[in-house]
């Protein structure tokens, strides 16, 4: 006899529950847009920011609703932005320029001196509330890891000597590193693997650098008249090479008494 | 698509619940408070998750998504009482000493995870394979907590003494924050292990 | 609407035959649980009184009293399943007293003391001081039965109790 | 049993997640930011008092007379997982922010063993409505506090250098050991 009980009890349950759910599906259903949920998917959902809308499904309605360009996720860079452009119907637009991170700095623990010894919170940003940072160089890395927290991807991790080191299949360019960092010594470039970079930030004069670090670019200008192509510039005693005029001839690396200027394709894995 | 022996090794190793997944946090604190108790516990685990794996991937496709959490953890609820008739009919004493967490087997995280993450998605074959691996695992991560705070906590295993009468037990171990700094600790300890092996 | 009526229809199918599934297993092993939880403190009573024959409940509140007789009817004690308040909640445990009010064991079935402590009273330098004594003495903390230092919530808490149940007992004996 | 009693020791003495181990995934799950965890708060809270009401007057007025007390355990799971997706349905409408917030720890909420423990815990200790209603929501407040003590912890605890095999769970459960070590200090305050 209690086996009809018990079937009649929880079935009732079942019934008043399924049909409780029933109506609030109804009487609370949500008209919500089933492409927004495809596209969703095919983003990499690490709500980076760098499409410039407040995560991946903001961007994905937006995207749906045709007010955001289909290919400004620039972490998913064009196979992304082809799928979505697969999904609703529109032709690809995306350009295949994909962007990843360059640490523009050389100033390992030993080679950039420090002022004082900082045991603060493992932080950049709270390192750089005393007195602009611990290290002699007010330009170079800090290495306490901030871009390493930020990145979504975990595209960076930290090197042994004290510099970020950026994974290039990872990185997707998002810029959240470029932001993080106090000192903008990330940057976000075109990842071609082509032509020479200098990877110094510091714009101090040549005596100060001498002095902070032992890698640091003084502003010699001699790359500049090294150069056939006229790739390089110098400006606040910091020279800049253009990698799109730059054709690796290797000049102004050979020149280059402070062995700052590397070769972009080599430098990305392996400082 | 991977091999059957992946799918059972990778609940003990990759996919290892209390290690890795940091599934099914509150029975496993509190039931290891002896070998025996955790033994018991995970095989009853394993008993109840190989079941609602199996029922659970059979009548996947019938269950509207709207219903399935609803659904699933009824057949769940439902293999567990029957656990818990089946071992306070056939063994008393492993019953009273599990107490108040054979009904909470019901809400263990991994069963409920293991049949939305995987046996809502895979046949029945792979739902059994994946229940004995995810079952397996998390049974011997559970009984080496048992045996580490059964050891120092009362200085015995499985009941028998063995440290000898020199050794002043450390009854934290018995007690609730024991279980919280051992398992942290020994989180901490498989995590250098997996990193060491090189195990993603 | 289909999706609703399938949610529904699922849901109640489900809950069906998971409660028939329930009842009859109930129905197995039911009966087997009651013999197990019989026999069990059947062996309880014999520990206490090994000749034991029959016994009679009386309910008092949450507690239980069971007055056993041997198998020529005559009264050999009262076996209470009662309980004490400890530093970590509710400690049940069953108190013999045989005809002429001498308290004959003690066992402790269910507690939450810290163990290390106030699981002391779990041992037998606490119950061997509470063996013998006479429902007429007073049994107090401290005055004839000093509690255990250290543990004195859980020890001090279980003599209270144990006064409680004897005033209980006490009656019931002199009723029969 | 006065009700005071029962507000200090749910809360304090015997708190949920210090004492009695249950509610830990979603405690280490949830309680990375402030926000979130205050939100997971509430909405147990507003789970659990119902859940409890729903629960108390099932098992009293149904499964009691029919002698099923054995349906227990799949009669409460099955209010609290419906319970739970008519929630999730409707703050998905009414509070969108809130809903996508709290994101999987929702649904997550159906698993939470401290739902169905205190549900189970109000049976076994035979309370009344007014006692379930008041221990419900009082344990669900000492979840919601061990919730944010921790997620301030923690959010201190990203910043200091612990080694990188301790990061994560595994710290939070050493902070929860010594949290828990402080809570056993209520213990002996009062007890039900």
């Known amino acids: ?210 002095n902070a670090c032992e890698v640091g670019c003084i502003g010699c200008k001699a790359c500049v008249r090294a150069c056939p192509q006229e790739a390089v510039t110098v400006e606040n005693f910091l020279a800049y090479i253009d990698r799109t005029k730059c054709n690796d001839c290797g000049e102004c690396l050979d020149v280059c008494k402070r062995d700052v200027i590397k070769d972009f394709k080599d430098y990305i894995k392996t400082n | 698509m991977t091999t059957l022996t992946q799918e059972f090794s990778k609940g003990i190793v990759q996919e290892n619940p209390v290690f890795r997944l940091v599934l099914g946090m509150c029975p496993t604190l509190a039931v290891t408070v002896s070998a025996m108790n955790a033994l018991g516990m995970g095989i009853s685990v394993i008993v109840v998750l190989l079941c609602s794996n199996i029922v659970v991937s059979a009548v996947r496709n019938v269950v509207p998504a709207k219903v399935r959490i609803p659904a699933y953890i009824m057949i769940i609820a439902t293999f567990v009482t029957i656990v818990e008739m089946v071992l306070s009919a056939f063994a008393p004493e492993l019953f009273d000493a599990l107490g108040i967490f054979i009904p909470l087997i019901v809400v263990n995280c991994i069963i409920l995870g293991r049949a939305e993450a995987f046996a809502r998605k895979n046949t029945i074959g792979r739902s059994i394979i994946d229940a004995l691996g995810i079952g397996l695992g998390y049974t011997l991560s559970l009984t080496l907590l048992g045996v580490i705070r059964e050891l120092f906590g009362t200085g015995s ?29 020994l989180l901490g300890l498989f995590n250098y292990l997996f990193k060491r092996l090189g195990i993603e | 609407m289909h999706e609703g009526i399938k949610m529904t229809l699922v849901l109640l199918i489900i809950g069906a035959l998971c409660g028939a599934l329930l009842a ?19 062996a309880a009573l014999e520990g206490f009184f090994p000749d034991v024959d029959n016994f009679e409940v009386e309910g008092i509140g949450k507690e239980e009293f069971y007055s056993c007789y041997n198998a020529c009817g005559d009264l050999i004690g009262v076996v209470g399943q009662v309980q004490a308040s400890g530093y970590g909640g509710d400690i049940d445990y069953d108190l013999a007293v045989n005809a002429d009010g001498d308290i004959v064991g003690l066992r402790i079935s269910a507690h939450g003391e810290t163990p290390g402590i106030g699981d002391v009273i779990t041992k037998p330098d606490f119950q061997d001081r509470v063996i013998g004594l006479n429902y007429a003495d007073p049994i107090e903390a401290g005055v004839d039965v000093d509690a255990i230092s250290g543990a004195t919530k859980s020890t001090g808490g279980m003599l209270i109790s144990i006064r409680r149940v004897m005033d209980i007992i006490g009656e019931q004996l002199l009723e029969k | 049993m006065n009700l005071l009693a029962i507000v200090f020791v749910a809360i304090l003495a015997n708190n949920i997640v210090f004492n009695q181990f249950l509610g830990i995934c979603p405690y280490l799950g949830v309680s990375k930011r402030l926000e979130t965890s205050l939100g997971m708060g509430i909405a147990v809270t507003f789970v659990m008092a119902m859940a409890a009401i729903v629960t108390w007057v099932v098992y009293n007025y149904v499964l009691w007379p029919l002698h099923l007390e054995y349906l227990r355990t799949i009669a409460f799971i099955l209010i609290i997982a419906g319970l739970v997706q008519l929630v999730e349905t409707i703050l998905k409408k009414t509070n969108p922010t809130l809903f996508r917030a709290l994101g999987i720890f929702l649904p997550l909420i159906t698993t939470n063993c401290t739902i169905l423990g205190v549900a189970i815990l109000n049976i076994q200790a035979e309370h009344n409505i007014i006692e379930t209603v008041v221990y419900s929501i009082s344990v669900a407040v000492g979840f919601t506090l061990a919730l944010v003590i921790m997620a301030g912890i923690r959010e201190r605890l990203d910043l200091a250098n612990v080694s990188s095999y301790l990061r994560g769970a595994a710290v939070s459960l050493v902070t929860a050991g010594i949290l828990s070590l402080a809570f056993m200090g209520f213990s002996g305050m009062m007890t039900l």
């Open chain 1, 1 to 210: 006899m209690n086996v009809v009980y018990a079937l009649m009890v929880l079935g009732g349950l079942g019934l008043l529950f399924g049909g409780l759910l029933s109506y609030a599906a109804q009487r609370f259903a949500v008209e919500e847009d089933e492409r927004v949920e495809v596209v969703a998917d095919l983003l990499p959902n690490a709500n980076c920011g760098a499409c410039g809308y407040p995560g991946c499904i903001n961007f994905a309605e937006k995207v749906v609703a045709g007010e955001a360009p289909v290919d400004s996720c620039i972490p998913g860079g064009k196979a992304v932005s082809d799928r979505i452009c697969e999904v609703l119907g529109l032709e690809s637009v995306a350009s295949d320029v994909k962007k990843i991170a360059q640490v523009f700095c050389l100033g390992t623990k030993d080679a950039a001196a420090d002022l004082f010894e900082y045991q603060g919170i493992k932080d950049c940003k709270a390192a750089m509330m005393f007195g602009d940072g611990f290290k002699a160089c007010k330009y170079g890395c800090l290495g306490l890891g901030t871009c390493v927290e930020v990145c979504p991807f975990d595209a960076l991790s930290m090197g042994e000597n004290g510099l970020p080191v950026v994974d290039p299949e990872r990185c997707g360019g998002c810029g959240l590193c470029a932001k993080a960092c106090p000192r903008g010594v990330i940057r976000i470039v075109d990842a071609a693997p082509r032509g020479k970079v200098v990877l110094c930030n510091s714009q101090d004069r040549g005596r100060a650098t001498r």
């Open chain 2, 157 to 185: 295993i499985l009941g028998y003494p063995v440290m000898g009468t020199a050794f002043e037990p450390m009854g934290v171990l018995a007690v609730a924050p024991g279980a919280f700094i051992t398992l942290g600790i």
């Open chain 3, 24 to 42: 009859t297993a109930n129905d197995v092993t039911a009966p087997i649980i009651a013999a197990n939880r019989e026999a069990e403190f059947l």
